[in-house]
């Protein structure tokens, strides 16, 4: 029996797709079994993300509703053979299914699946009640702003309510200079309002745009430092030990001199 | 009816704003109620005619609880007129005024955006109350932890309700009906080991260690 982990925020556009996504490659790349959940029905993006928008056939709604078996609706990933996304439905609302059909879907997934990953709406509303309905654990996902760490701390107090272990954190779209500089809330300050375990921390990285954009997950291009983060946080899931990636860029030869000379 | 006839538990004097009821704390709060009620629709129908009637409610040194205060309400509500402003207990004396460990509950956890914690009488908690959570208590609150969030002290009108804090960094504050905005309000201290209580009408910040000086005041 594998275990289901949704990725959460609370707040929209601080990356809880990408993070499904990433999360689920790069367990994928560690050799697991790994199927994703999209449950943001009206609004699928995870296939998007993926890349696997044309190969859908059936959605989550069409499986609940007994149009089709599980096993019809998942979509094989083009890069692994042990990697599948079942799609949510576009056409559909959130209120199209029930948290206890979500349920039986993810305890079905979880005989098959080492780890089912389910991406969450934003929200907190029957969208979030479908997603965590099925699962066992759960990521939530922030960005170093006021409101998102807000949103989080509202959802982690709703995680206390479900049959959930306590939630893991990933600090996303952290960006070293301006944490530097005291513009951005830093990962202890976040930390200690949340209290909760950190996961991983993902700094800003341009190329999860380009990535995204090209239907191909961030974590496959090893020279991106986003991925080394994302691979890092599947590592951590497996039981790894990794410590925090330093948050800023190696200094290039230029800086070096620079601060050789003493002007850098 | 002849129950006039007995001692009176229920007083009621008119004050400059309205009536004030003085209800016996000597007796059963059943008796005081029984009488309440018997006077408002047996012997002083006549003030429940006409305009709005402000009602302050003292009890004496009684210590009524919140189901008992309710009844009061429900009682005196059910008149049209009778606008409830308050019920008070008397203060206790000095004595009794510092604060005795049994008279404060212990909390623990985390208040977490979003959510309430809502107490009678005096709080200790241990934990953070984050933004957007929000603590309530009749009395004091004392919190070893972060208060980052909004705290309510004295909700029934105490206005020698404390709220302490290892850590006082609140988006808002209230003690009984009186508001504050700390960061605009207090200009920025290290927001350590402080309190905030009410001094004529405002509120005020100082370092827990202070703290045993207004206990002694009252």
């Known amino acids: 029996m594998g275990e289901a982990i949704v990725i959460t925020s609370g707040k929209g556009g601080v990356g809880k797709t990408t993070t499904s996504a990433n999360i689920g490659t790069a367990l994928a790349l560690q050799g697991k079994k790994v199927c994703m959940v999209d449950t943001d029905i009206g609004l699928r993006n995870l296939d998007v993300v993926m890349g696997l928008e044309n190969r859908i056939i059936y959605d989550l709604i069409d499986v609940a509703e007994g149009r089709c078996r599980l096993a019809q609706a998942l979509v094989k990933d083009k890069r692994f053979d042990e990697l599948y996304m079942l799609p949510a439905a576009q056409t559909k609302d959130k209120h199209a299914i029930s948290p206890e059909s979500v349920k039986d879907i993810v305890l079905e997934l979880k005989k098959d699946f080492e780890f089912v990953i389910i991406d969450c709406p934003a929200g907190i509303e029957q969208g979030f009640k479908n997603a965590v309905a099925g699962a066992d654990k759960a990521i939530v996902v922030t960005t170093p702003e006021n409101a998102a760490v807000r949103d989080a701390d509202r959802i982690i107090g709703l995680l206390e309510n479900e049959r959930i272990e306590s939630p893991k954190l990933v600090i996303n779209r952290i960006r070293a200079n301006m944490v530097k500089k005291g513009e951005m809330l830093d990962i202890d300050e976040i930390c200690s309002v949340l209290a909760i375990d950190l996961l991983g921390i993902v700094p800003d990285d341009e190329y999860v745009i380009k990535a995204a954009n090209m239907g191909e997950p961030t974590v496959m291009n090893p020279s991106s430092r986003a991925a080394i983060a994302y691979r890092n946080i599947a590592r951590r899931m497996l039981g790894d030990t990794v410590p925090l990636m330093p948050m800023e860029e190696k200094p290039g030869v230029m800086r070096k001199l620079k601060k050789f000379i003493g002007i850098g | ?218």
């Open chain 2, 1 to 218: 009816m002849c129950m006039t006839a007995v001692k009176h538990h229920v007083t009621i004097k008119g004050v400059k704003d309205g009536l004030v009821f003085l209800l016996d704390d000597a007796c059963e709060f059943d008796e005081v109620m029984k009488e309440l009620q018997h006077k408002l629709e047996k012997t002083h129908q006549k003030i429940l005619t006409g305009p709005i009637i402000h009602v302050y409610i003292k009890l004496g040194s009684r210590r009524a609880t919140e189901e008992e205060k309710e009844q009061i309400r429900e009682v005196i509500g059910q008149k049209g007129n009778l606008l409830i402003q308050s019920i008070e207990s008397a203060e206790e004396d000095p004595a009794s005024d510092l604060v005795n460990l049994s008279d404060v509950k212990l909390l623990k956890g985390i208040v977490r955006s979003g959510q309430t914690l809502t107490q009678e009488g005096n709080i200790l908690f241990l934990g953070d109350i984050n933004p957007g959570g929000t603590i309530v208590s009749s009395g004091s609150i004392y919190i070893m932890g972060s208060l980052r969030g909004m705290a309510h002290a004295g909700v029934d009108g105490d206005e020698k309700a404390v709220i302490a804090a290892s850590h006082l960094r609140p988006t808002q504050l209230r003690i009984a009906s009186i508001i504050s905005r700390p960061p605009d309000e207090w200009g920025i201290n290290d927001a350590f080991m402080e309190y905030a209580y009410v001094k004529e009408g405002k509120m005020e910040i100082d370092k827990i260690h202070q703290l045993h000086k207004l206990e002694m005041k009252h």
